[in-house]
């Protein structure tokens, strides 16, 4: 996905518009992952200190 995004740009006209829109793109499905999962997180956080 980086070496996608990464092509997107040129050397003299990058499309900043085109370029954020492929990062949104690109993270958006981790952070979803992550506050849907967030309380497994933490409780492996905090578990991991109890002992």
């Excluded at 829109?21 to 997180?41: C, R």
């Amino acid at each position: 996905m980086t070496l996608l995004i990464s092509s997107m740009s040129s050397a003299y006209f990058p499309e900043y518009g085109a370029i954020m829109l492929a990062i949104v793109i690109a993270t958006l499905p981790m952070i979803i992952i992550f506050f849907t999962l967030q309380n497994y997180f933490v409780q492996g956080m905090t578990g991991s200190l109890k002992q």
